[in-house]
């Protein structure tokens, strides 16, 4: 890339800061993907190594007027990051991935942005220790400071809810440069909360330079049960009792469609690989190969008829308790029409929480982007079948040009139920998610022309799904530039927002439009 006179000495100054910084053309085109699209081009991408360079190098980029815009572990796929304005300076965080300090008295973890959920789980292990929160699926490669300002589920959701809700503090780089900390570093809120104000925000008001979580006892005893129903009517009321009855610790299930997607992505091959893990942490010898035999005479041959899949687990202190919490929930499914089957999938998931994110394409090579919304379960019936209904309005042109799709689902205590509906589409990939996906398993997927007419087809579903969610009265994690966040907010909150934001970056230069601002 050519740089101007001025860009030079911009260069030279974010440089001076310490920090690294990246202005080749392949870079700077791989960074403007995300999993779903390319954003607008970059002027540059800036990589610190600590919260001084990125103070320093952020006040830098915003006095020349640049936009300046926070990445993790770029698993985003509403647009978090991908600027609409060409010319923005993205800052990789992947550098900063300390853990600074484990309190064990007084039971929080401070941690810089760029740490992996994975790293974090690994460093905390030793002491039989996590937080209550623990990670998404792809927590090999997303970031503590990602969850923190895109929120996400998965570990834990089912009992301690979002990412964001394990939080206690931050510190914030702000759009000055400045570094602000938002509150007690031991104990949230402390009047007004003012650490959540900078949560789930998709880095539209600051960018987090340090993280100090809750920690909570790694359970000593666990539980797994998997269930099969006919209608996505049972599954979803079986949810629902099961998140109110708190029992899970995560509670998630597939469609018959995407079912059907996992089956043909995974093999047994795959699953005995990750048996191994699974056998080890078993408490003895005997029954790491009692349930060994148990996974490989199951196979994955359970699931080729089964409808609708519900996937629960439970933790404990004895294995009593774990063990009481898996017979009530199979007393909830039994009401509701399900029946029990092998438990494979919970263990071994569980055995490997952060497996590399090679589902990011379809087993065919297709593309993949999922759209979702959190409802109550008073809703989630007449949601899901909306959302079978938009589909049917539409299935012939998705059958036309090979467009399909397949929803997964799972509770999020104390708020809901996520509803993901997720779009696969014959078409071209990106260096993003090829560099995501393990090279033998992207050696075995074909590469796939770009195809305008499904790509406008996922295009016009998306949207059309997110209106849907709207009108449904979903909310959302990972807002990013996607979500209508706005519509939905009390004008006179939505005014409130706005006058913080001009406040903390009154030349709106922190990633700017996410989150609509």
Same mark, same amino acid.
Not at 363 to 373: F, L, T
């Given at each position: 890339?050519?740089?101007?006179?001025?860009?030079?000495?911009?260069?030279?100054?974010?440089?001076?800061?310490?920090? *690294?910084?990246?202005?080749?053309?392949?870079?700077?085109?791989?960074?403007?993907?995300?999993?779903?699209?390319?954003?607008?081009?970059?002027?540059?991408?800036?990589?610190?190594?600590?919260?001084? /360079?990125?103070?320093?190098?952020?006040?830098?980029?915003?006095?020349?007027?640049?936009?300046?815009?926070?990445?993790?572990?770029?698993?985003?796929?509403?647009?978090?990051?991908?600027?609409?304005?060409?010319?923005?300076?993205?800052?990789?965080?992947?550098?900063?991935?300390?853990?600074?300090?484990?309190?064990?008295?007084?039971?929080?973890?401070? %941690? *810089?942005?760029?740490?992996?959920?994975?790293?974090?789980?690994?460093?905390?292990?030793?002491?039989?220790?996590?937080?209550?929160?623990?990670?998404?699926?792809?927590?090999?490669?997303?970031?503590?400071?990602?969850?923190?300002?895109?929120?996400?589920?998965?570990?834990?959701?089912?009992?301690?809810?979002?990412?964001?809700? #394990?939080?206690? #503090?931050?510190?914030?780089?702000?759009?000055?440069?400045?570094?602000?900390?938002?509150?007690?570093?031991?104990?949230?809120?402390?009047?007004?909360?003012?650490?959540?104000?900078?949560?789930?925000?998709?880095?539209?008001?600051?960018?987090?330079?340090?993280?100090?979580?809750?920690?909570?006892?790694?359970?000593?005893?666990?539980?797994?049960?998997?269930?099969?129903?006919?209608?996505?009517?049972? %599954?979803? #009321?079986?949810?629902?009792?099961? *998140?109110?009855?708190?029992?899970?610790?995560?509670?998630?299930?597939?469609?018959?469609?995407?079912?059907?997607?996992?089956?043909?992505?995974?093999?047994?091959?795959?699953?005995?690989?990750?048996?191994?893990?699974?056998?080890?942490?078993?408490?003895?010898?005997?029954?790491?190969?009692?349930?060994?035999?148990?996974?490989?005479?199951?196979?994955?041959?359970?699931?080729?008829?089964?409808?609708?899949?519900?996937?629960?687990?439970?933790?404990?202190?004895?294995?009593?308790?774990?063990?009481?919490?898996?017979?009530?929930?199979?007393?909830?499914?039994?009401?509701?029409?399900?029946?029990?089957?092998?438990?494979?999938?919970?263990?071994?998931?569980?055995?490997?929480?952060?497996?590399?994110?090679?589902?990011?394409?379809?087993? /065919?090579? /297709?593309?993949?982007?999922?759209?979702?919304?959190? %409802?109550?379960?008073?809703?989630? %019936?007449?949601?899901?079948?909306?959302?079978?209904?938009?589909?049917?309005?539409?299935?012939? /042109?998705?059958?036309?040009?090979?467009?399909?799709?397949?929803?997964?689902?799972?509770?999020?205590?104390? #708020?809901?139920?996520?509803?993901?509906?997720?779009?696969?589409?014959?078409?071209?990939?990106?260096?993003?998610?090829?560099?995501?996906?393990?090279?033998?398993?992207?050696?075995?997927?074909?590469?796939?022309?770009?195809?305008?007419?499904?790509?406008?087809?996922?295009?016009?579903?998306?949207?059309?799904?997110?209106?849907?969610?709207?009108?449904?009265?979903?909310?959302?994690?990972?807002?990013?530039?996607?979500?209508?966040?706005?519509?939905?907010?009390?004008?006179?909150?939505?005014?409130?927002?706005?006058?913080?934001?001009?406040?903390?970056?009154?030349?709106?230069?922190?990633?700017?439009?996410?989150?609509?601002?």
């Amino acid at each position: 890339m050519m740089a101007s006179k001025a860009n030079t000495n911009i260069f030279d100054e974010l440089l001076a800061s310490g920090a *690294e910084v990246l202005i080749d053309a392949a870079t700077l085109d791989y960074y403007a993907h995300d999993v779903y699209e390319r954003g607008a081009d970059l002027t540059a991408v800036v990589r610190p190594h600590d919260k001084g /360079e990125l103070a320093a190098s952020v006040a830098t980029a915003t006095a020349h007027g640049l936009q300046v815009i926070p990445r993790g572990g770029g698993m985003s796929y509403t647009g978090g990051y991908t600027s609409k304005t060409a010319g923005a300076v993205l800052f990789d965080l992947a550098k900063m991935d300390r853990v600074l300090d484990i309190n064990e008295s007084d039971m929080t973890v401070t %941690v *810089e942005p760029g740490c992996t959920w994975a790293k974090l789980q690994e460093t905390l292990k030793p002491k039989s220790l996590r937080t209550p929160f623990w990670g998404t699926l792809s927590g090999i490669y997303a970031t503590v400071g990602g969850g923190m300002s895109q929120n996400s589920i998965f570990w834990g959701s089912g009992r301690h809810g979002t990412a964001v809700q #394990s939080c206690v #503090s931050l510190e914030v780089v702000l759009a000055d440069g400045t570094i602000m900390q938002t509150g007690s570093d031991f104990s949230r809120p402390y009047g007004p909360d003012l650490t959540g104000l900078f949560l789930a925000d998709t880095g539209a008001m600051g960018m987090k330079a340090s993280i100090t979580l809750r920690l909570v006892p790694e359970a000593k005893a666990h539980g797994y049960a998997s269930f099969t129903f006919d209608t996505h009517a049972q %599954v979803l #009321s079986a949810i629902g009792d099961i *998140e109110r009855a708190g029992i899970a610790t995560e509670c998630f299930g597939f469609d018959p469609n995407l079912n059907a997607i996992r089956m043909r992505r995974d093999s047994l091959a795959t699953d005995a690989k990750q048996l191994v893990s699974m056998m080890k942490k078993q408490g003895s010898v005997l029954k790491a190969l009692t349930e060994g035999a148990k996974v490989v005479a199951a196979g994955r041959n359970f699931m080729e008829e089964a409808s609708f899949s519900l996937h629960v687990l439970a933790e404990g202190r004895i294995q009593e308790a774990a063990g009481a919490d898996i017979s009530e929930a199979r007393l909830i499914v039994a009401k509701h029409g399900g029946k029990e089957t092998e438990n494979t999938i919970p263990k071994i998931v569980r055995a490997n929480p952060f497996s590399p994110p090679n589902s990011m394409r379809g087993p /065919e090579g /297709e593309r993949w982007a999922p759209i979702h919304g959190l %409802v109550p379960h008073s809703k989630a %019936v007449a949601c899901y079948q909306a959302i079978l209904n938009l589909f049917a309005q539409h299935q012939d /042109e998705m059958d036309a040009l090979g467009v399909h799709h397949g929803t997964l689902i799972a509770a999020v205590g104390g #708020s809901g139920t996520v509803i993901e509906p997720c779009l696969y589409w014959p078409d071209a990939s990106n260096p993003f998610i090829d560099d995501m996906i393990e090279d033998a398993h992207l050696a075995k997927l074909p590469n796939l022309p770009h195809n305008p007419a499904a790509w406008a087809l996922v295009q016009k579903l998306k949207q059309k799904i997110v209106d849907l969610f709207f009108e449904q009265g979903a909310i959302h994690f990972q807002i990013g530039r996607t979500y209508r966040y706005q519509d939905g907010l009390d004008p006179r909150a939505m005014k409130l927002l706005k006058a913080v934001k001009d406040h903390l970056d009154p030349q709106s230069k922190m990633n700017p439009g996410s989150l609509g601002l």
